[in-house]
């Protein structure tokens, strides 16, 4: 059996926290800032981690 190749669009776009949870940008937050609230560009700033079955089908199509 072949060794699986890992997805590169999601290797650029993810990362594998410590406990081998999937950690993801936040969407909305490349620009036209000005429009949206103090409060919710606070909230695009930070991370997420992808939970449930996204976050399996993440972890495997990076291999892991």
Same mark, same amino acid.
Request: net charge positive; glycine share 14%; no cysteine.
């Given at each position: 059996?072949?060794?699986?190749?890992?997805?590169?669009?999601?290797?650029?776009?993810?990362?594998? #926290?410590?406990?081998? &949870?999937?950690? +993801? =940008?936040?969407?909305?937050? %490349?620009? $036209?800032?000005? #429009?949206?609230?103090? &409060?919710?560009? +606070? =909230?695009?700033?930070?991370? %997420?981690? $992808?939970?449930?079955?996204?976050?399996?089908?993440?972890?495997?199509?990076?291999?892991?």
């Amino acid at each position: 059996m072949p060794k699986q190749k890992t997805h590169k669009g999601l290797k650029k776009r993810v990362k594998l #926290t410590g406990t081998g &949870k999937v950690k +993801r =940008r936040r969407s909305f937050g %490349s620009h $036209l800032m000005s #429009t949206k609230n103090s &409060k919710r560009r +606070r =909230r695009i700033a930070g991370s %997420s981690i $992808l939970g449930g079955s996204l976050g399996k089908t993440a972890k495997s199509l990076l291999g892991k």
